[in-house]
Protein backbone atom coordinates (compact mmCIF):
# COMPACT_ATOMS: atom_id res chain seq x y z
CA UNK A 1 0.00 0.00 0.00
CA UNK A 2 1.34 3.66 -1.26
CA UNK A 3 1.75 5.85 1.71
CA UNK A 4 -1.00 8.15 2.42
CA UNK A 5 0.11 11.19 3.95
CA UNK A 6 -2.66 12.93 3.64
CA UNK A 7 -4.03 9.92 6.03
CA UNK A 8 -1.23 10.25 8.88
CA UNK A 9 -1.76 13.66 8.61
CA UNK A 10 -5.67 13.20 9.79
CA UNK A 11 -3.86 11.15 12.63
CA UNK A 12 -2.81 14.45 14.13
CA UNK A 13 -5.16 16.95 15.55
CA UNK A 14 -2.16 19.31 16.60
CA UNK A 15 -1.72 19.98 12.64
CA UNK A 16 -5.16 22.47 12.27
CA UNK A 17 -3.27 25.43 13.47
CA UNK A 18 -2.36 26.37 9.99
CA UNK A 19 2.04 26.07 11.23
CA UNK A 20 4.21 23.42 9.01
CA UNK A 21 5.87 21.63 11.59
CA UNK A 22 9.61 20.66 10.68
CA UNK A 23 11.08 20.24 14.26
CA UNK A 24 10.72 16.63 15.09
CA UNK A 25 14.01 16.26 16.75
CA UNK A 26 12.76 19.53 19.40
CA UNK A 27 9.20 18.81 20.00
CA UNK A 28 7.52 16.24 18.03
CA UNK A 29 3.80 16.54 17.65
CA UNK A 30 1.81 14.19 19.47
CA UNK A 31 -0.88 11.69 17.63
CA UNK A 32 -4.24 11.66 18.87
CA UNK A 33 -3.82 8.34 19.97
CA UNK A 34 -0.94 8.92 22.21
CA UNK A 35 -3.22 11.48 23.89
CA UNK A 36 -5.93 9.79 24.17
CA UNK A 37 -4.01 7.12 25.76
CA UNK A 38 -2.11 9.30 28.20
CA UNK A 39 -5.37 10.98 29.40
CA UNK A 40 -7.34 7.07 29.56
CA UNK A 41 -4.00 5.99 32.28
CA UNK A 42 -3.61 8.97 34.34
CA UNK A 43 -7.32 8.53 34.50
CA UNK A 44 -7.60 4.89 35.26
CA UNK A 45 -3.81 3.91 36.92
CA UNK A 46 -5.39 4.09 40.61
CA UNK A 47 -8.61 2.13 40.01
CA UNK A 48 -9.12 -1.21 40.29
CA UNK A 49 -10.72 -3.42 37.77
CA UNK A 50 -13.40 -5.71 38.81
CA UNK A 51 -12.87 -8.67 39.89
CA UNK A 52 -13.94 -11.60 37.14
CA UNK A 53 -16.00 -14.51 38.42
CA UNK A 54 -13.97 -17.11 40.29
CA UNK A 55 -14.69 -20.74 39.51
CA UNK A 56 -13.38 -23.25 42.18
CA UNK A 57 -11.53 -22.58 45.38
CA UNK A 58 -8.60 -20.08 44.59
CA UNK A 59 -8.92 -16.69 43.80
CA UNK A 60 -7.06 -14.38 41.26
CA UNK A 61 -3.79 -13.05 43.50
CA UNK A 62 -3.67 -10.09 41.66
CA UNK A 63 -7.41 -8.57 42.87
CA UNK A 64 -7.26 -5.46 44.24
CA UNK A 65 -4.27 -4.09 42.29
CA UNK A 66 -4.89 -1.32 40.56
CA UNK A 67 -4.67 -1.27 36.91
CA UNK A 68 -1.43 1.21 36.42
CA UNK A 69 0.67 -1.66 38.42
CA UNK A 70 0.30 -3.28 34.77
CA UNK A 71 1.43 -0.32 32.36
CA UNK A 72 4.84 -0.94 32.67
CA UNK A 73 4.66 -4.27 31.79
CA UNK A 74 2.60 -3.53 28.54
CA UNK A 75 5.08 -0.47 27.88
CA UNK A 76 8.26 -2.92 27.74
CA UNK A 77 6.42 -5.11 25.39
CA UNK A 78 5.94 -2.29 23.11
CA UNK A 79 9.69 -1.30 23.34
CA UNK A 80 10.34 -4.92 22.66
CA UNK A 81 9.09 -4.72 19.38
CA UNK A 82 10.23 -1.84 18.86
CA UNK A 83 13.65 -3.20 18.84
CA UNK A 84 13.45 -6.82 17.91
CA UNK A 85 14.01 -7.93 21.60
CA UNK A 86 11.89 -9.83 24.30
CA UNK A 87 10.05 -7.72 27.41
CA UNK A 88 12.96 -9.05 29.72
CA UNK A 89 15.84 -7.46 27.91
CA UNK A 90 13.81 -4.06 28.78
CA UNK A 91 14.48 -1.53 31.40
CA UNK A 92 12.44 1.46 31.83
CA UNK A 93 13.20 5.27 33.08
CA UNK A 94 12.02 8.83 32.69
CA UNK A 95 14.88 10.13 30.58
CA UNK A 96 17.70 8.96 28.73
CA UNK A 97 19.97 10.40 30.56
CA UNK A 98 18.66 9.48 33.56
CA UNK A 99 19.20 6.16 32.41
CA UNK A 100 22.58 6.62 31.33
CA UNK A 101 23.60 8.33 34.97
CA UNK A 102 22.00 5.00 35.97
CA UNK A 103 23.90 2.61 33.85
CA UNK A 104 27.41 4.58 34.86
CA UNK A 105 26.25 3.74 38.97
CA UNK A 106 25.08 0.37 38.01
CA UNK A 107 28.53 -0.95 36.38
CA UNK A 108 30.41 -0.12 38.90
CA UNK A 109 30.63 -3.80 39.93
CA UNK A 110 32.60 -3.71 36.22
CA UNK A 111 34.80 -0.49 36.41
CA UNK A 112 38.88 -0.80 38.05
CA UNK A 113 40.73 1.45 38.61
CA UNK A 114 42.96 1.15 34.95
CA UNK A 115 39.47 0.94 33.21
CA UNK A 116 38.68 3.07 30.27
CA UNK A 117 35.86 4.23 28.28
CA UNK A 118 35.41 5.27 24.81
CA UNK A 119 33.51 8.26 23.91
CA UNK A 120 33.10 10.53 21.10
CA UNK A 121 32.07 14.58 19.74
CA UNK A 122 29.17 13.48 18.10
CA UNK A 123 27.06 12.23 20.87
CA UNK A 124 24.78 14.54 22.83
CA UNK A 125 26.79 16.24 24.94
CA UNK A 126 24.13 15.69 28.02
CA UNK A 127 24.68 12.15 27.70
CA UNK A 128 28.60 12.47 27.40
CA UNK A 129 28.75 14.43 30.43
CA UNK A 130 26.80 11.78 32.43
CA UNK A 131 28.98 9.08 31.18
CA UNK A 132 31.94 11.05 32.21
CA UNK A 133 30.80 10.87 35.79
CA UNK A 134 31.91 7.82 36.10
CA UNK A 135 35.47 9.01 36.92
CA UNK A 136 36.73 6.53 34.54
CA UNK A 137 39.48 7.68 32.11
CA UNK A 138 37.95 8.69 28.72
CA UNK A 139 39.57 8.02 25.48
CA UNK A 140 37.82 10.15 22.30
CA UNK A 141 36.83 9.01 18.88
CA UNK A 142 37.09 11.81 16.51
CA UNK A 143 34.22 13.33 14.20
CA UNK A 144 34.77 13.69 10.06
CA UNK A 145 34.68 17.07 10.26
CA UNK A 146 33.98 17.30 6.59
CA UNK A 147 30.15 15.34 7.27
CA UNK A 148 29.92 15.27 10.85
CA UNK A 149 30.67 11.30 10.47
CA UNK A 150 32.24 9.05 12.73
CA UNK A 151 34.78 6.70 11.03
CA UNK A 152 34.96 3.29 12.50
CA UNK A 153 38.29 1.92 11.87
CA UNK A 154 39.55 4.53 14.45
CA UNK A 155 38.24 2.12 16.88
CA UNK A 156 40.69 -0.54 16.18
CA UNK A 157 43.06 1.71 18.01
CA UNK A 158 41.28 3.22 20.56
CA UNK A 159 39.52 0.21 22.55
CA UNK A 160 41.64 -2.07 24.49
CA UNK A 161 41.71 -5.04 26.84
CA UNK A 162 41.18 -1.79 29.62
CA UNK A 163 37.89 -0.82 27.58
CA UNK A 164 34.82 -1.18 29.39
CA UNK A 165 31.93 0.96 27.32
CA UNK A 166 31.79 2.38 24.45
CA UNK A 167 29.60 4.83 24.00
CA UNK A 168 28.46 5.90 19.87
CA UNK A 169 24.94 7.46 18.58
CA UNK A 170 22.76 5.64 15.75
CA UNK A 171 22.40 8.51 13.87
CA UNK A 172 22.77 12.55 14.29
CA UNK A 173 20.06 14.64 16.00
CA UNK A 174 20.30 17.29 13.82
CA UNK A 175 22.73 16.67 11.02
CA UNK A 176 21.21 13.31 10.12
CA UNK A 177 24.27 11.41 9.60
CA UNK A 178 23.47 7.77 10.09
CA UNK A 179 26.76 6.20 12.42
CA UNK A 180 28.08 2.55 11.04
CA UNK A 181 27.15 0.89 14.39
CA UNK A 182 27.78 -2.37 12.93
CA UNK A 183 31.29 -1.24 11.62
CA UNK A 184 32.61 0.25 15.12
CA UNK A 185 31.22 -2.67 16.79
CA UNK A 186 32.82 -5.02 14.76
CA UNK A 187 36.69 -2.78 14.71
CA UNK A 188 36.19 -2.45 18.63
CA UNK A 189 35.88 -6.42 19.16
CA UNK A 190 39.38 -6.69 17.20
CA UNK A 191 41.01 -5.67 20.83
CA UNK A 192 38.26 -5.45 23.57
CA UNK A 193 35.18 -6.90 24.89
CA UNK A 194 33.59 -3.82 26.11
CA UNK A 195 30.00 -3.24 25.97
CA UNK A 196 28.65 -0.75 23.11
CA UNK A 197 26.12 1.53 23.89
CA UNK A 198 23.92 3.17 21.39
CA UNK A 199 21.77 5.87 21.43
CA UNK A 200 19.31 5.21 19.12
CA UNK A 201 17.07 8.44 20.27
CA UNK A 202 17.40 10.42 16.77
CA UNK A 203 16.85 7.05 14.63
CA UNK A 204 14.23 5.29 16.08
CA UNK A 205 10.97 7.48 14.46
CA UNK A 206 12.71 6.49 11.00
CA UNK A 207 13.82 2.95 11.28
CA UNK A 208 13.23 -0.13 13.65
CA UNK A 209 15.98 -0.69 15.88
CA UNK A 210 18.17 -4.37 15.46
CA UNK A 211 20.82 -4.97 18.23
CA UNK A 212 21.35 -7.96 16.13
CA UNK A 213 22.05 -6.39 12.90
CA UNK A 214 24.41 -3.94 14.92
CA UNK A 215 25.71 -6.49 17.21
CA UNK A 216 25.92 -3.59 19.84
CA UNK A 217 25.15 -4.49 23.58
CA UNK A 218 22.55 -2.23 24.51
CA UNK A 219 20.50 0.79 22.96
CA UNK A 220 18.54 3.73 24.87
CA UNK A 221 15.52 5.06 22.96
CA UNK A 222 13.69 8.20 24.08
CA UNK A 223 9.93 7.42 23.47
CA UNK A 224 9.06 10.90 23.23
CA UNK A 225 10.95 11.00 20.09
CA UNK A 226 8.44 9.36 18.32
CA UNK A 227 5.60 10.96 19.90
CA UNK A 228 5.11 9.84 23.08
CA UNK A 229 5.44 10.22 26.47
CA UNK A 230 8.15 11.13 28.16
CA UNK A 231 9.66 7.37 28.90
CA UNK A 232 13.07 6.00 27.96
CA UNK A 233 14.49 2.46 28.05
CA UNK A 234 17.78 0.82 27.96
CA UNK A 235 17.64 -2.12 26.04
CA UNK A 236 20.33 -5.06 26.62
CA UNK A 237 21.24 -7.45 24.09
CA UNK A 238 21.23 -10.28 26.85
CA UNK A 239 19.34 -10.26 30.21
CA UNK A 240 22.58 -12.63 31.54
CA UNK A 241 24.12 -8.93 31.38
CA UNK A 242 22.26 -8.20 34.06
CA UNK A 243 24.05 -10.86 36.29
CA UNK A 244 27.35 -8.30 36.03
CA UNK A 245 25.12 -5.02 37.19
CA UNK A 246 23.97 -3.84 40.33
CA UNK A 247 20.23 -3.97 39.30
CA UNK A 248 19.21 -2.11 41.86
CA UNK A 249 20.55 1.38 40.38
CA UNK A 250 18.61 0.54 37.29
CA UNK A 251 15.48 0.32 39.31
CA UNK A 252 13.72 3.74 38.17
CA UNK A 253 10.56 5.05 38.72
CA UNK A 254 8.16 5.88 35.46
CA UNK A 255 4.78 7.34 36.11
CA UNK A 256 1.98 4.74 35.36
CA UNK A 257 -0.02 7.07 33.81
CA UNK A 258 2.96 7.98 31.09
CA UNK A 259 3.73 4.11 31.02
CA UNK A 260 0.65 3.51 30.02
CA UNK A 261 0.37 5.51 26.70
CA UNK A 262 4.05 3.87 25.06
CA UNK A 263 1.96 1.27 23.55
CA UNK A 264 -0.51 3.40 21.75
CA UNK A 265 3.05 5.34 20.47
CA UNK A 266 4.85 1.98 18.94
CA UNK A 267 1.25 0.86 17.30
CA UNK A 268 0.62 4.39 15.72
CA UNK A 269 4.21 3.81 13.96
CA UNK A 270 2.81 -0.09 13.05
CA UNK A 271 -0.17 1.34 11.52
CA UNK A 272 0.91 3.85 9.26
CA UNK A 273 0.96 1.83 6.40
CA UNK A 274 -0.84 -1.17 6.32
CA UNK A 275 -0.46 -4.26 4.25
CA UNK A 276 2.26 -6.04 5.53
CA UNK A 277 2.86 -9.65 4.55
CA UNK A 278 3.63 -12.83 7.15
CA UNK A 279 2.73 -12.72 10.38
CA UNK A 280 0.52 -10.24 11.99
CA UNK A 281 3.06 -9.57 14.86
CA UNK A 282 3.75 -6.05 15.84
CA UNK A 283 7.35 -6.10 15.19
CA UNK A 284 6.64 -7.40 11.53
CA UNK A 285 4.32 -4.20 11.42
CA UNK A 286 6.06 -1.92 12.46
CA UNK A 287 8.96 -2.91 9.81
CA UNK A 288 6.50 -3.05 7.13
CA UNK A 289 5.30 0.67 8.64
CA UNK A 290 8.63 2.36 9.09
CA UNK A 291 10.41 1.10 6.03
CA UNK A 292 6.92 2.49 3.80
CA UNK A 293 7.47 5.72 5.83
CA UNK A 294 11.06 5.76 5.70
CA UNK A 295 10.97 5.86 1.91
CA UNK A 296 8.57 8.04 1.52
CA UNK A 297 10.64 10.88 3.80
CA UNK A 298 13.73 10.01 2.09
CA UNK A 299 12.16 11.04 -0.99
CA UNK A 300 11.20 14.56 0.38
CA UNK A 301 14.53 14.92 2.41
CA UNK A 302 16.80 14.02 -1.48
CA UNK A 303 14.48 17.00 -2.51
CA UNK A 304 15.39 19.13 0.24
CA UNK A 305 19.15 18.64 -0.43
CA UNK A 306 18.62 19.26 -4.09
CA UNK A 307 16.35 22.64 -4.04
CA UNK A 308 18.59 24.07 -0.91
CA UNK A 309 21.07 23.03 -3.15
CA UNK A 310 20.24 25.53 -6.21
CA UNK A 311 20.41 28.36 -3.33
CA UNK A 312 24.35 29.36 -3.70
CA UNK A 313 24.28 31.21 -0.38
CA UNK A 314 23.04 27.92 1.41
CA UNK A 315 25.44 25.97 3.37
CA UNK A 316 23.89 22.30 4.42
CA UNK A 317 26.32 20.92 7.31
CA UNK A 318 28.04 18.16 6.62
CA UNK A 319 26.66 17.75 2.87
CA UNK A 320 27.33 21.50 0.96
CA UNK A 321 31.52 22.00 0.55
CA UNK A 322 33.99 19.93 -1.49
CA UNK A 323 35.53 17.78 1.31
CA UNK A 324 31.88 16.24 1.34
CA UNK A 325 30.76 16.25 -2.03
CA UNK A 326 32.13 12.25 -2.95
CA UNK A 327 31.61 11.36 0.64
CA UNK A 328 29.21 8.71 1.15
CA UNK A 329 27.17 9.59 4.57
CA UNK A 330 23.80 7.87 4.80
CA UNK A 331 20.96 9.99 6.59
CA UNK A 332 18.00 10.57 8.59
CA UNK A 333 15.26 12.93 7.17
CA UNK A 334 16.88 15.82 9.28
CA UNK A 335 19.74 18.19 8.40
CA UNK A 336 21.13 21.61 9.30
CA UNK A 337 21.91 24.66 7.29
CA UNK A 338 23.33 27.78 7.44
CA UNK A 339 22.69 31.10 5.07
CA UNK A 340 25.65 32.67 4.27
CA UNK A 341 25.52 36.16 5.75
CA UNK A 342 22.19 36.05 7.41
CA UNK A 343 22.56 35.36 11.37
CA UNK A 344 20.39 31.88 12.07
CA UNK A 345 18.23 33.70 14.32
CA UNK A 346 16.95 36.15 11.07
CA UNK A 347 16.73 32.76 9.28
CA UNK A 348 14.24 31.29 12.24
CA UNK A 349 12.33 34.65 12.13
CA UNK A 350 12.23 34.54 8.77
CA UNK A 351 10.70 31.06 8.43
CA UNK A 352 8.31 31.70 11.66
CA UNK A 353 6.67 34.60 9.62
CA UNK A 354 6.20 32.38 7.04
CA UNK A 355 4.17 29.76 9.19
CA UNK A 356 7.36 27.29 9.79
CA UNK A 357 8.06 26.19 13.00
CA UNK A 358 11.90 25.49 13.14
CA UNK A 359 14.67 25.53 15.77
CA UNK A 360 18.27 26.88 15.63
CA UNK A 361 20.55 23.97 15.60
CA UNK A 362 22.02 23.63 19.31
CA UNK A 363 25.92 24.98 19.79
CA UNK A 364 28.11 22.43 20.56
CA UNK A 365 31.99 21.77 19.84
CA UNK A 366 31.54 19.07 17.20
CA UNK A 367 29.50 21.94 15.02
CA UNK A 368 31.64 24.73 15.56
CA UNK A 369 34.66 22.60 14.67
CA UNK A 370 32.62 22.31 11.49
CA UNK A 371 32.29 25.89 11.77
CA UNK A 372 28.65 26.51 12.00
CA UNK A 373 29.63 29.66 14.67
CA UNK A 374 31.52 31.04 12.20
CA UNK A 375 28.67 31.18 9.52
CA UNK A 376 26.83 32.74 12.15
CA UNK A 377 24.80 29.81 13.45
CA UNK A 378 22.52 27.23 11.57
CA UNK A 379 19.08 26.14 11.48
CA UNK A 380 17.99 22.58 11.74
CA UNK A 381 15.01 20.74 9.79
CA UNK A 382 13.80 17.27 11.37
CA UNK A 383 10.92 15.76 9.30
CA UNK A 384 7.76 13.49 10.63
CA UNK A 385 5.18 11.16 8.82
CA UNK A 386 2.99 14.43 8.04
CA UNK A 387 5.23 16.11 6.19
CA UNK A 388 4.55 16.88 2.56
CA UNK A 389 5.69 18.33 -0.54
CA UNK A 390 3.88 21.20 -0.27
CA UNK A 391 6.13 22.08 3.52
CA UNK A 392 9.22 21.53 1.62
CA UNK A 393 8.47 23.83 -1.33
CA UNK A 394 7.47 26.23 1.45
CA UNK A 395 10.58 25.97 3.22
CA UNK A 396 12.88 26.89 -0.18
CA UNK A 397 10.56 29.51 -1.22
CA UNK A 398 11.41 31.42 2.00
CA UNK A 399 14.85 30.40 2.57
CA UNK A 400 15.52 31.55 -1.02
CA UNK A 401 14.35 34.91 -0.13
CA UNK A 402 17.34 35.35 1.93
CA UNK A 403 19.46 33.96 -0.12
Known amino acids: MAFDVWG ?22 VPEKVAAAVSRSFRNAATVPPPEPVLGSHSRADVGTPEGAEYPKAARAAV ?55 GVEAKWAQADLATGDLPAWQYRDIADGSTRLVSVPAAHPELGNVVGVADIVEAVREKSRAWVLVD ?30 EVAALIF ?56 TTAY ?28 EDARVERIPRLAFGVNGVPSETVLQ ?13 E ?16 TIAMSPFNTQNDIEQLVRTVASLA
Not at 101 to 112: E, I, Y
Not at 352 to 362: D, M
Not at 366 to 379: K, N, W, Y
Open 350 to 362: RLLANGIVATKTH
Open 200 to 229: ATAYAPYRPLDLEAWGADIAAVDIAQLGGP
Open 364 to 379: CSLLDDMGVAEMGGAV
Open 8 to 29: VRGLYTSLGGGWTYLNAHDHPQ
Open 80 to 134: ADLAGVTPEQVVLGPSVPALYSALVVAMRPLLRHNSTMVLNPVDRPDLTRRLQRS
Open 297 to 324: LNGLRDDLHTFLGTLPAVHIVGVTGEAA
Open 237 to 292: RDEAMFKRLDMEALDLQVSPGLAGAVPAAVEHYASLVEGATGRSSRRNRLKHSMGE
